[in-house]
């Protein structure tokens, strides 16, 4: 049978009900939101003359919750039109509306009774072979399915979403005990496939494996503060960016999540696991309970670990909580001799060994953290999981670790790890060392470009499935490099197709970066048939390197930047304009430079999660690699569609002037920055390579041309540039601008009018790139300029001046 998702219903629309709901609605699934009835009817309802048999009424509780999440931020959906895929209605007037969907979800409170309720409700319009799934966290599937049918039970499991969940790709999947093996496989297939999900096949235990893990680790690391006696503000820097986890490390994450939700998990795990060997560590210490009673939960009640404050002058600050006093005090900047020795090492994974060698509190932070986490998690196979890299998956899609706990072992060593944990009293599991004895030393190992990991019943590696349909660059890079530079590696992905991967800090483009970029185009043109731009980082590149703008520019040497400038104009002239077809595939952050190369590929294959943006003006300065020629280019390219020509132009030209960002790769659509027909969107991160590849192989096996360079592109002249300059005045007056931003915004507006033209003319790619850089040359003279850049350089953040 052939299985496929057209409709879903999610019943219960809280913050996770209605957060699944829109990330259905993201992939263009049609969705049948339902609640229950309200009791009574509100003021203003009474006042409208409504009553409880309104439609209004009725719906009030689903449509609030609806409305609510789509205003929240970060948004749960990638397009605000794609909520009209979204239906809502009730328990009682629609439920029987079931019978036309594909999957039922339940996504109600963490009840028993009232879930066993809604079940039995559902069955009787549910149509026989339709998926019926659970979003519970933690009650056994064995309680919730009792007394259901059979063809209920076959098609019964349990689908765990992690909040929000958009953007945490955690999937867990636990089939219910007289579900079919098909239903199980189909759920894991779709989950990785159209919902763009890490899927995790787990078992019926407790909080499942994210949470199991996750929480296990919070709540060591709980007992260990208080032992070694750290601060909250040291915590949160060892725990963060420095071993592969968030920002928000732990107790800035813990604000975010809400600490009642923590405590609720690790009661639930201590309460169902009386038999953990580490079940004293669930034990909620003082300090937690005292939050508790005082309600210090994080975000939802504005204060929890974190308190923000604002000063009579108005002056805000982020206080911190005194985990022994129980006061909120200044915030202590946190520092350790360990983590110095690491500011040299950027793969993440290298850091590990030097970090439990640290003679420092840091290091016995991590010896303890470690020999526990190690410990805890070699005892939980195969109670949780038979298969070791499930619970390492878990860990990196829900709680967004770049390592799980098997892999950091892996990278510390087995044997080393091993004696870590003997050193803070703990065992080894038997199966550890039998296979430690046997002579295998790693949990994982890379063979054949495939990622293998140890079989316990088999006793030996085998391959991790699921990877045919992924291409994962640090596994194949070694074996397969054709080029290499500081900035670059270049990549035969097979098929003839070549990729380059950026390796540059943050992705950043400069010299070696273009250098690279041309040679892997000389390279493609010679010997392959496509070229892609693509890497596997947090982002695909936060633009060009305005460090070294800003040395060039403050030393005066324009001549060296007007060439390095051109240098880069034409490394994105030869993308258009070279001879094998070239595809971007951008994710995370594309930002200016990185948007640049995006915009003159000649296809993109963008990650759902991708934010794109021209931004250059928060750093003083306009476009330099092509992008406000080619947004006049495609502002051209629209002109016969029957709109306005000027309001096409401005509104290109508010996209750069403003700086906007796509908050999703849909969203760039609508800013031009992608190009529909053209460019397409893939929800699965991890598939963005091999989808690329495809794509690439296709145009190229269709008979690729190379383009012939544009001269007809059509510019509006002083029709535009009048406009423009009204427009940047009339802001400047009213003081929602600069008189730097006012020169900025006339620069941009001078070349995406083509300059002081008298008339409407076709020009040339090169006229526009021509005027593009020496308007950007013109502002990089200017002492204002050097001052956002240098202030960029040392927050991060733009300067208004």
């Not at 600050?317 to 090492?345: G, H, P």
Request: proline fraction near 3%.
């Amino acid at each position: 049978m052939t299985r496929r998702i057209k409709k879903v219903a999610i019943i219960g629309s809280g913050i996770m009900g209605s957060g699944i709901a829109c990330h259905f609605a993201n992939i263009g699934v049609e969705v049948l939101l339902l609640d229950i009835v309200p009791r009574e009817t509100t003021d203003q309802e009474k006042a409208k003359g409504l009553t409880l048999e309104s439609k209004a009424v009725r719906n009030r509780l689903v449509n609030d919750a609806l409305t609510a999440s789509l205003k929240s931020r970060p948004s749960p959906i990638y397009h605000q039109k794609f909520a009209n895929r979204i239906t809502t209605g009730n328990l009682d007037d629609d439920l029987h509306l079931i019978k036309e969907v594909d999957w039922v979800m339940e996504v109600v409170v963490e009840r028993l009774d009232i879930k066993k309720s809604v079940f039995e409700k559902i069955e009787q319009y549910r149509r026989p072979g339709t998926l019926i799934t659970s979003n519970t966290s933690g009650i056994p599937i064995k309680f919730m399915s009792e007394g259901r049918s059979d063809d209920f039970q076959k098609h019964f499991a349990v689908t765990h979403f992690f909040n929000p969940p958009r953007y945490l790709k955690l999937f867990e999947v636990v089939p219910g005990p007289n579900c079919d093996s098909s239903v199980t496989d189909f759920l894991m297939m779709y989950g990785e496939k159209f919902l763009g999900k890490t899927a995790v096949l787990a078992k019926d235990t407790p909080a499942f494996i994210g949470n199991r893990i996750g929480i296990f680790s919070i709540m060591n690391l709980f007992h260990i503060v208080k032992e070694i006696g750290l601060t909250i503000e040291e915590v949160d820097k060892l725990t963060g960016p420095v071993i592969g986890r968030p920002k928000s490390a732990t107790f800035r994450t813990i604000d975010v999540v809400g600490l009642d939700t923590l405590v609720h998990t690790a009661n639930g795990v201590k309460d169902n696991c009386p038999n953990d060997e580490m079940n004293a560590q669930f034990e909620i210490p003082e300090f937690v309970n005292s939050m508790m009673e005082n309600k210090w939960l994080g975000s939802k009640t504005n204060q929890g670990f974190y308190k923000k404050v604002v000063h009579p002058n108005g002056k805000k600050e982020i206080l911190s909580l005194d985990l022994n006093t129980l006061e909120y005090r200044a915030n202590k900047r946190a520092s350790f001799a360990t983590l110095e020795l690491t500011k040299t090492i950027s793969n993440v994974g290298d850091r590990f060994k030097v970090l439990v060698k640290g003679k420092d509190k840091a290091g016995e932070f991590y010896r303890k953290c470690f020999a526990a986490l190690f410990a805890y998690v070699q005892n939980r196979i195969p109670e949780i999981s038979d298969e070791i890299y499930r619970l390492d998956d878990g860990l990196r899609a829900g709680f967004g670790w770049q390592h799980g706990p098997f892999e950091i072992w892996n990278e510390i060593g087995v044997a080393a790890g091993v004696e870590i944990m003997k050193a803070e009293g703990k065992e080894p599991a038997a199966w550890v060392s039998e296979m430690l004895a046997k002579g295998e030393t790693s949990f994982y190992s890379v063979k054949e470009g495939a990622t293998h990991y140890y079989d316990i019943p088999l006793k030996k590696q085998v391959k991790k499935p699921g990877q045919d349909s992924f291409i994962i660059l640090d596994n194949i890079r070694k074996s397969t490099e054709v080029f290499k530079n500081s900035g670059v590696s270049v990549q035969d992905i097979g098929d003839g197709i070549l990729n380059v991967e950026f390796r540059s800090k943050m992705n950043t483009i400069g010299g070696d970066v273009l250098t690279g970029l041309n040679k892997a185009i000389d390279l493609a043109e010679k010997d392959f048939q496509g070229l892609i731009v693509g890497n596997q980082a947090a982002n695909f590149s936060v633009g060009a390197n305005i460090g070294m703008i800003f040395m060039m520019a403050a030393e005066q040497e324009y001549d060296e930047l007007n060439m390095a400038i051109k240098y880069f104009q034409d490394s994105m002239m030869r993308m258009r304009y070279s001879s094998i077809p070239t595809i971007s595939a951008p994710h995370g952050m594309a930002l200016g430079g990185g948007c640049e190369i995006s915009l003159h590929a000649d296809k993109v294959v963008a990650a759902a999660e991708t934010y794109m943006g021209l931004v250059e003006f928060g750093v003083g300065v306009i476009l330099s690699g092509g992008g406000s020629k080619e947004m006049a280019l495609r502002a051209s390219d629209s002109f016969h569609k029957g709109d306005v020509e000027l309001n096409i132009l401005q509104e290109n030209f508010l996209t750069i002037g403003m700086a906007k960002v796509s908050t999703s790769g849909y969203e760039a659509f609508d800013l031009g920055l992608l190009q529909k027909g053209k460019d397409i969107i893939v929800v699965n991160k991890e598939r963005q390579i091999a989808t690329a590849k495809a794509h690439a192989k296709l145009m190229a096996e269709s008979g690729y041309t190379q383009p012939v360079k544009r001269t007809d592109v059509k510019v509006l002249g002083k029709q535009a540039l009048g406009m423009f300059l009204v427009g940047t005045d009339s802001m400047e007056h009213s003081k929602y601008i600069s008189a730097h931003d006012q020169k900025i915004a006339n620069k941009l507006a001078y070349v995406m009018a083509g300059g002081d033209l008298s008339e409407p003319t076709l020009v040339s790619e090169q006229y526009l790139l021509d005027i593009e850089r020496e308007a950007f040359l013109s502002l990089c003279t200017e002492r204002k300029t050097l001052e956002r850049i240098q202030h960029m350089l040392k927050t991060g953040k733009p300067l208004r001046n």
